[in-house]
T-cell receptor, first 117, second 114 residues
Framework: AQTVTQSQPEMSVQEAETVTLSCTYDTSESDYYLFWYKQPPSRQMILVIRQEAYKQQNATENRFSVNFQKAAKSFSLKISDSQLGDAAMYFC??????????????FGTGTLLAVQP | DTGVSQDPRHKITKRGQNVTFRCDPISEHNRLYWYRQTLGQGPEFLTY????????KSRLLSDRFSAERPKGSFSTLEIQRTEQGDSAMYLCASSQQGSGNTIYFGEGSWLTVV
């Protein structure tokens, strides 16, 4: 069974600084997707960034980038130039990619990020 | 694109009562998902529809839970004979068919069973 582990329940970063959130996963599949979702308090979950497992290049979206280590089954999120609006719960998630699959997301337990002014 | 909408946003009910939540997905999306999220945890998959067909149900979905998507558009999630352990946020999400397509979430429906 696939599992996703986030070992940092809480993290804190100073505004304008850089922070890295960790995620490891376990799967026997070779083709899959990995995601980071952001869930602000009482707000809906939104996609931050996604990575296809077959791509060696790490995904980047503006201030957000990932370090994808397929052999180590590691998928960390780096937030550069942190802003107050980045404060939220961040979830790492996994999804099988082959056709006909459920496409259900498997989530980690989340990392609560606080941004200090 | 109005996003995924859920109703009601909050529901307080007495133990033993039935509750129903509604989800309206993004209009062109044919896949719809229900998840449950408790405090301090990540969302857990409950069930999934492709059009009107319910294709997968989690073991978490006991026989007190039922979900429908009668016309392949909106969906309802009903919980019968609610228990305190059902207190959680129920998230709906939708996506277009295709394994690479992004899953979009609604704001969730909070259920408190007293």
């Amino acid at each position: 069974a696939q599992t996703v582990t986030q070992s940092q329940p809480e993290m804190s970063v100073q505004e304008a600084e850089t922070v890295t959130l960790s995620c490891t996963y376990d799967t026997s599949e070779s083709d899959y997707y990995l995601f980071w979702y952001k869930q602000p308090p009482s707000r809906q979950m939104i996609l931050v960034i996604r990575q296809e497992a077959y791509k060696q290049q790490n995904a980047t979206e503006n201030r957000f980038s990932v370090n994808f280590q397929k052999a180590a089954k590691s998928f960390s999120l780096k937030i550069s130039d942190s802003q107050l609006g980045d404060a939220a719960m961040y979830f790492c998630a996994y999804r099988i990619s082959y056709g006909g699959a459920t496409n259900k997301l498997i989530f980690g337990t989340g990392t609560l990020l606080a941004v200090q002014p | 694109d109005t996003g995924v909408s859920q109703d009601p946003r909050h529901k307080i009910t007495k133990r033993g009562q039935n509750v129903t939540f509604r989800c309206d997905p993004i209009s062109e999306h044919n896949r719809l998902y229900w998840y449950r999220q408790t405090l301090g945890q990540g969302p857990e998959f409950l069930t999934y529809f492709q059009n009107e067909a319910q294709l997968e149900k989690s073991r978490l979905l006991s026989d007190r839970f039922s979900a429908e998507r009668p016309k392949g558009s909106f969906s309802t999630l009903e919980i019968q004979r609610t228990e305190q352990g059902d207190s959680a946020m129920y998230l709906c999400a939708s996506s277009q068919q295709g394994s690479g397509n992004t899953i979009y979430f609604g704001e969730g429906s909070w259920l408190t069973v007293v």
